[in-house]
């Protein structure tokens, strides 16, 4: 950090955030005009330069025009007017006056706009015209900063040499000056809180700057709000008298009353952060870094100053200053454009023919001498030096002139656009706009589009067309012109279509004549939307009679059923839509007849709404959903009921608009349950006419379903007649619904189930009664007389057994007789059902009873559990041998024990495997009979096989040599050795120790594989016994010089190096000097392995000393509670 930029000690003291609730809000005085006067200058003022009359001069805003690109079409948002008069003048007051380049703007109301210059002159220009001039602050620097008062009387100005001048505005009379901590840094921003002014140097530093006026004399009070020694503060922007934001290189900080608060500001640190308050909400910062755009919101209150990010968006380019223009954020960015934020952000609006000016060109250069920051010279180059906002319309300092840019009026922007081309854009820009021209422009939009009927093929362009048309009441252009040229267009049909459905045209209707038209273009491109279009149009914009004989005709169902809904309701839809009913025609696929549409019919009624699906008014649902009922069940001589046809129609659909109403009116509340009854005995009564056993079983499943979730009440009819259905009608489902309707019985009225325990003799559902009655031996009996019995089935008398078998005394003793059955079923579960208390012998004999594959698999399941034992594992075994051969060595070596060597053996004898054979002679102890069975199994194998065999004879001859006599291990290695091709070189030294060298030499194999392998074997012994010195003489050596080197040794006292006894045992030691220690009769030679001679002297070790462990003693503790008074006080 600089030291040149910290501000001074009393500014430091006053930068405890003072503040911003002392503000003034006192009133200004009005000026002396006498005091306060100009004094006349005899020289020619630089009005009179500015106004002479040069042929020769250059005229700023035809090169700029000749520069500036044409717009294509005027789209933009943005509307540029450039201000030549105020561009010369400032071009002659450059070239004629030594004025220098301009350098900062501030515009305020009623067309005041005042610019500095480098050279540290004001013009302030009214109307574009000069006002005033001040010349006299040339020492001061350039001029970098301007900012108007609320009110617009006074003027701050901001020299690049640290000082802030108050002028008047009016007339240019200089009111105050003020110098911020001195000449050190120059002012890089100044601006307005309420009546106070608000100013940032080049430092970093935020100062405060209070207005009086005591006694009639102007003054200034300046403190410092923000040092530059905490942060460099780079931006700031004001919210009001008592609110002020500030950003540094790192943060973004809020000041108000005192406190402050602030976020981590991310980004690269070469990019100057951009700031602004959120032109509607005042809680709401909007700020911006590189490519990075985010609100923050403010949180302010009595004793909290919050701030926190809520929203963040990703930018295409930088920003370099932030506005509102129009109601819309405003960013200029580092290419030079300005862009409004929203669907005309990728519309930029070119502005770099302007050459804008950049704060950095001043405070960095001359008249700063040098006096900027760290930070400055890194953010300060994209400083937006003239950009001001005043009355809605921007204007921005260049080096070709002032530009003043503002939103660009609607109609304007869609006559643009029309003329481009850009249709879709023209009419959503008029949808927004109203008013007479706009209905004016509108009209034209229309006719011309009609003209054009291929404009109206887009369907985006046709949706617009037709909201243009209804919002401005165009309803003569609409269908006179539009209809009449577009009509074959199937996007405009489908819009207006869509329109009519939305209910847009229900204020003012087309005639009978256009909308039968259009129902009838729809029926060709869009059917589906006759019956919306229908439903959604009054009844006084259709023609009823051509309108039901067309649908009728092209077969819409929907729409004949819209069209007698809107004359009689949706009762009325649902009685004229029965007679165009096919019976089964929704079983077979696609239905061609009005069942679908009598469906939606009904389910419109039933939920008292309108064909458009639009609820009715409140008072009149319970008489429409009344009627619908009635309707629906409703039958005359000859006609059948609503009900009926939707039922003979398509079974399913009707169960599940059934089902979908049984949870509002008329199926819920006071007469309920008695809807309900109704509409199931009529649904019961249909079935006598239901060959199908699909349908038939629909019905079934939602009676049943209604009478076990309650909406049904017990009433015996229904179930009798439930009943009687089940009797006829076989199958699960229909068992399991009748079971359904039992436990809704046994639930409310348990003295009844026995009583229907034999109305249907059927065993899945005998054996559920039996089970909920307690009878559990019938009904294990009921259950396996039931045929093919489902997973469902198996799942629930599982469920049954495991749930009984640890409450109910002796149900496993019941459940024994039915073990092979449950084992059959699901071997795994019935193995868990067995517990270490039932007898062995009926595991075995049970096994005894299964096939071979559900014997593997419970005997597998009991293995796992740890219950297979007994009898059980031969059975399991010979299973084994069986049907799975290669898994019988396996089964052998991993469960030792578990069966019988005998009985292993015999079995493997009998059943197989071969390989099994060694296994088994080696667990009888026959070894020899084992290796022979090696040996057969060697000579039977191929060559891939042998070598495994080989090593696992081998392994046998290990295992059984150090447990027989030497004569016979010796007899096992030689039998093997002289009946194999190869020996494996480990099984070969193993063999030395039962087999003389000539043994082997004569009786294994020739001399030189010998000799190859014994020398191979030496030859490693030798190289570990070497490898085992080498590093035992290092590390001696290494303990040696380390203890050498820390002048220390270490305790000698454990086990002699020699004799490998306790060094107490016997009197007299010698210690080594590498910490070795020997008993004094152990060694003969008095030297140590290294070579060093042992000291002659003699030590006597003390006795070891044990430490005496203390027992602890048991004390016996108390733990009294302190007494506990109770609600009254009373202990």
């Known amino acids: 950090m600089d030291l040149l930029k910290t501000p001074s000690i009393p500014s430091l003291l006053d930068s405890d955030l003072e503040s911003v609730d002392s503000y003034p809000y006192d009133e200004y005085e009005e000026l002396d005009e006498v005091e306060y006067a100009l004094p006349v200058s005899e020289a020619p003022t630089l009005e009179e330069v500015l106004s002479s009359d040069v042929s020769e001069q250059v005229n700023i805003a035809e090169e700029v025009t000749e520069k500036d690109p044409k717009e294509p079409a005027t789209c933009s948002a943005l509307q540029v007017d450039f201000l030549q008069a105020v561009s010369q003048q400032l071009s002659q007051a450059e070239e004629r006056s030594s004025a220098g380049p301009a350098t900062a703007l501030s515009v305020g109301t009623n067309g005041r706009l005042t610019v500095g210059t480098a050279h540290g002159h004001l013009l302030s220009f009214h109307d574009q015209t000069l006002r005033w001039v001040c010349d006299n602050n040339g020492d001061c620097g350039a001029v970098t900063c301007l900012s108007y008062s609320n009110d617009n009387t006074r003027l701050l100005a901001g020299f690049a040499r640290g000082h802030v001048y108050q002028y008047e505005s009016v007339r240019g009379v200089v009111l105050r000056k003020v110098t911020l901590g001195g000449e050190t840094w120059g002012t890089l921003r100044v601006t307005w809180a309420g009546n106070a002014g608000l100013a940032l140097d080049t430092g970093g530093s935020v100062w405060l700057m209070k207005f009086s006026r005591p006694l009639g004399v102007r003054s200034a009070k300046v403190s410092c709000l923000f040092s530059g020694a905490r942060g460099e503060v780079v931006t700031m922007t004001a919210r009001d008298a008592r609110i002020l934001a500030l950003a540094t290189l790192s943060r973004v900080i809020i000041v108000a009353g005192g406190r402050a608060a602030g976020v981590r500001l991310d980004g690269p640190a070469d990019i100057l952060p951009v700031l602004e308050w959120f032109d509607t909400n005042n809680r709401l910062l909007v700020c911006a870094r590189g490519l990075v755009l985010q609100w923050l919101a403010v949180t302010i209150s009595a004793s909290n100053l919050g701030l926190k990010p809520i929203k963040q968006i990703e930018l295409k380019t930088t920003p370099l200053w932030l506005g509102w223009l129009g109601g819309s954020l405003t960013i200029f960015d580092s290419e030079e454009n300005l862009r409004l934020w929203g669907d005309d952000y990728d519309k930029p609006l070119d502005l770099s023919h302007i050459e804008p000016v950049y704060a950095s060109a001043f405070f960095k250069g001359h008249w700063t001498d040098g006096r900027v920051s760290r930070a400055m010279c890194k953010a300060g180059e994209s400083a937006l030096a003239g950009a001001c906002i005043s009355e809605g319309t ?120 256009f909308t039968q038209a259009l129902i009838e273009k729809l029926a060709d491109l869009e059917p589906e939307l006759v019956e919306r279009v229908v439903a959604s149009l009054p009844l006084t914009a259709i023609d009823p009679h051509r309108a039901s004989v067309f649908t009728r005709e092209r077969k819409l169902w929907r729409g004949v059923g819209a069209i007698a809904a809107a004359l009689d309701g949706c009762s009325g839809a649902m009685r004229s839509l029965v007679q165009y009913v096919e019976a089964g025609c929704g079983q077979r696929g696609r239905c061609a007849c009005a069942g679908a549409a009598l469906v939606l019919a009904a389910a419109d009624a039933l939920a008292a709404r309108s064909p458009a699906a639009r609820p009715l008014p409140a008072h009149a649902r319970p008489s429409a959903r009344h009627d619908a009922l009635t309707t629906l069940l409703h039958e005359e001589e000859g006609r059948p009921s609503p009900l009926r046809v939707m039922v003979n129609h398509d079974t399913g659909s009707a169960v599940r608009l059934l089902e979908q109403s049984s949870r509002e009116p008329p199926f819920a509340g006071p007469l309920g349950k008695q809807n309900r009854l109704r509409v199931a005995r009529a649904l019961l009564s249909f079935i006598d006419d239901m060959p199908e056993y699909e349908r038939r079983l629909e019905i079934l499943e939602f009676v049943t379903g209604q009478l076990h979730n309650g909406s049904l009440p017990l009433d015996q009819e229904l179930i009798q007649k439930v009943q009687d259905l089940v009797t006829r009608t076989e199958g699960e489902k229909t068992d399991r619904a009748w079971l359904s309707v039992l436990m809704r019985v046994r639930a409310q009225r348990d003295q009844l189930l026995p009583g229907y325990r034999n109305a249907i003799p059927r065993s899945r559902i005998l054996w559920r009664i039996d089970a909920l009655l307690g009878n559990h031996e019938q009904a294990l009996k009921e259950f396996f007389q039931l045929k093919n019995p489902s997973e469902v089935d198996i799942d629930e008398l599982f469920e049954y057994v495991q749930s009984n078998s640890e409450v109910v005394p002796d149900f496993r003793n019941i459940m024994r007789e039915h073990l092979p059955a449950l084992i059959k079923l699901r071997p795994i579960a019935a193995a868990e059902l067995l517990n270490d208390d039932q007898p062995i012998d009926v595991v075995a004999t049970t096994m005894q009873t299964l096939p071979s594959e559900r014997a593997l698999e419970f005997g597998k399941c009991l293995l796992e559990m740890g219950r297979l034992k007994g009898h059980a594992t031969t059975i399991y075994l010979r299973c084994l041998c069986t049907s799975q051969p290669d898994y019988v060595k396996d089964f052998l070596t991993n469960h030792a024990g578990l069966v019988k060597p ?22 009888t102890g026959d070894h020899m009979a084992a290796l022979e069975a090696f040996l057969e199994l060697i000579a039977a194998a191929d060559s891939e096989k042998e070598n495994n065999l080989v090593l696992q004879a081998c392994e046998l001859c290990v295992r059984i040599g150090p447990t027989v006599p030497a004569q016979t291990a010796a007899d096992m290695w030689t039998r093997l050795l002289r009946n194999i091709s190869s020996v494996p070189p480990a099984s070969l030294f193993e063999a030395i120790a039962y087999l003389p060298l000539e043994e082997l030499l004569v009786k294994t194999c020739n001399s030189a594989q010998v000799g190859r392998i014994l020398a191979d074997g030496a030859s490693g012994a030798a190289m570990w016994r070497c490898a085992n010195r080498i590093a035992g003489r290092e590390a001696h050596e290494a303990l040696a010089r380390a203890l050498s080197a820390a002048r220390r040794g270490v305790a000698v006292r454990g086990r002699c190096v020699r004799c490998d006894a306790p060094l107490h045992e016997r009197v007299g030691a010698r210690t080594a000097h590498c910490a070795r220690a020997y008993h004094a009769d152990c060694e003969p030679f008095p030297l140590c392995d290294c070579g060093r001679r042992l000291p002659s002297a003699v030590v006597n070790l003390p006795p070891l000393h044990t430490r005496q462990i203390t027992i602890p003693q048991e004390y016996k503790l108390l733990l009294v509670a302190p007494p506990r008074p109770d609600l009254e006080g009373v202990v």
Do not use: Y
Request: glycine residues 6%.
């Open 394 to 513: 921007l204007s921005i300092l260049g080096r070709r002139g002032i530009v003043r840019i503002g939103p660009r009026d609607i109609l304007t922007r869609a006559q643009a656009f029309m003329s481009s081309g850009h249709h879709l854009q023209a009419l959503r820009l008029l949808c927004s706009t109203q008013g007479s021209k706009a209905k004016a422009l509108a009209s034209d939009f229309v006719i011309n589009l009609s003209e054009r009927p291929h404009i109206v093929s887009n369907k985006n362009v046709a949706v617009q067309v037709v909201k243009l048309c209804l919002k401005f009441n165009l309803h003569e252009e609409l269908w006179t012109c539009l209809w009449e040229n577009c009509s074959n267009e199937k996007a405009f049909v489908e819009a207006l279509g869509d329109a009519a459905v939305r209910g847009e045209m229900s204020e003012h209707p087309p005639t009978p004549d």
């Open 902 to 923: 005998e009985d292993a053996l015999s079995i493997v004898k009998e059943l197989g495997p071969k390989d099994a054979e060694p296994i088994c002679l080696e667990a």
